[in-house]
């Protein structure tokens, strides 16, 4: 059983632990607070440009471009999103899981030209520790989201993708659905997917950074009424176009654009997915601190009643003794 001294030593240091787990929790916060600030500063114009893009490829039989066109894939390049930093629960151990599933999926199919665009530090060592084909330092990203950096990215797998040198590319990273909820998305950037682009769930809780899931089940619920009304309201979008002043230049200005979007997207949901996760874990740590020290606390109640006990039993039995 340990002494009173090695359980308060014990104490004090679960109590220090407890302290950093609890900064860290209100720094992921607020960090938290501004990323779901930038996407949704971001989300109407991205939301409606995808929207009009697919629908007029969808709608349009002669509106073809090069970036729809499916070809045999022999090269594959993937762009994973992680974190430059740890202490975020699962965040970056199951992006790396699923970029080794998909790099094994395309390896059985015979593809073995794989090229990975790491954006953040955690499966930028991880690629490197592989051995896998790395298409260049994108770590800065994951700290400071920039559109210029996001738009360089683009255009070099854009043209990439239109000179033959890669016949696919997908994005791999986590789509921010609310506080508690960060979904792993694998989602296809080129050739453009129009069917499951329209199907893709965009929905959003970027009210609060509330991770229980019992606050997040009352706001759904007291939510959906609410939303229900706002489709019933929402007008769909007229699919009859008029293209001017042609159908090339049209295109060959709004794919670029959603292009760039789709990148930087991808690497604001990464973002606040990334400080989602480390507040849970954070939080979790922090109960789990207190769990903790509810039982050293007691532990150590309980020993030194027994031991104020057996020094009156001591004085007892030497008086008796007298």
Known sequence: MPSLKEIKNRITSVNSTRKITSA???VASSKLHHAQVMIENMLPYETMLEHILKSFL????DATTVYSVERPVKRVALIVYSSNSSLCGGFNANIIKTMLQIVDDYQKQGVSDIVVYPVGRKVAEKVAKLG???GGDYSG???KPSVNSCIDLAEKLSTAFVNGEIDRVEMVYHHFKSAG???LTRKTFLPIDVKS???FDDERDLSSNIAT???QEYLRKKGRRAMSVEKEEAKPLNDNFI???DMGTVLSMLIPKLSHLMVYTALLDSLASEHAARMVAMQTATDNADELLRELNLQYNKSRQQAITNELLDIVGGSVNN
């Open 58 to 61: 969808a709608s349009e039989v």
């Open 197 to 199: 682009e329209l199907e």
């Open 132 to 134: 896998l084909a790395c």
């Open 24 to 26: 860290m929790k209100m």
């Open 181 to 183: 909820s960060q979904i």
């Open 141 to 143: 990203m994951a700290d």
């Open 213 to 215: 899931l019992e606050a």
């Open 243 to 245: 293209v001017e002043p």
